[in-house]
T-cell receptor
């Protein structure tokens, strides 16, 4: 079964720390992997998309890596700020016989303490 | 450039009724995806429409259906509503001509459906 798992489920850190969110997926046959943030009761904001042929993508203080062989992705957030508090979701678009939509993890609920 | 829009923001229905949710994609995007985010279940893929056709669906019963109009906007219909259909319904759009490896999905703000 094609699944996505995110660890940890929740994380609370003081402002200014660098942090890493983890995502694992069960099948290396993917088109791409996307990281999103979701604020309470809101829609999703796309942060980064990594194509299957890429190893990492960067946007500002965010860096995402992709290792298809081990089925892992990490989202690195540098110099965290209170405004980074949100739920971060990892989603994979599987290419091997899936339903063609994104398969999401349950998310990491991140709190940055001022 | 306007993002993905959805209406209504909130919808309250009773068991057995039908609900209709609407989505307008980003200009130039021809593919629309629907997802359900129910409490405790996470985000689950519902339906995919492209060029007016249903291309694929997730593991949901047939009472979840929809359509895509010539202007690429889309409608999700949920018949015979059940209490467990209460959820945030999210719509996403993408431009499939950019290739499947780079099919970044952009999401709307969602419709909160409450079934009483």
């Amino acid at each position: 079964k094609q699944e996505v798992t995110q660890i940890p489920a929740a994380l609370s850190v003081p402002e200014g720390e660098n942090l890493v969110l983890n995502c694992s997926f069960t099948d290396s046959a993917i088109y791409n992997l996307q990281w999103f943030r979701q604020d309470p009761g809101k829609g999703l904001t796309s942060l980064l998309l990594i194509q299957s042929s890429q190893r990492e993508q960067t946007s500002g203080r965010l860096n995402a890596s992709l290792d298809k062989s081990s089925g892992r992705s990490t989202l690195y957030i540098a110099a965290s700020q209170p405004g980074d508090s949100a739920t971060y979701l990892c989603a994979v678009r599987y290419s091997g016989g899936g339903a063609d939509g994104l398969t999401f993890g349950k998310g990491t609920h991140l709190i940055i303490q001022p | 450039e306007a993002g993905v829009t959805q209406s209504p923001t909130h919808l309250i229905k009773t068991r057995g009724q039908q609900a209709t949710l609407r989505c307008s994609p980003i200009s130039g995007h021809t593919s629309v995806y629907w997802y359900q985010q129910a409490l405790g279940l996470g985000l689950q893929f519902l339906l995919w429409y492209d060029e007016g056709e249903e291309r694929n669906r997730g593991n949901f019963p047939p009472r979840f259906s929809g359509r895509q109009f010539p202007n690429y906007s889309s409608e999700l219909n949920v018949n015979a509503l059940e209490l467990e259909d209460s959820a945030l319904y999210l719509c996403a759009s993408t431009n499939p001509t950019s290739g499947r490896d780079y099919n970044e999905q952009f999401f709307g703000p969602g419709t909160r459906l409450t079934v009483l």
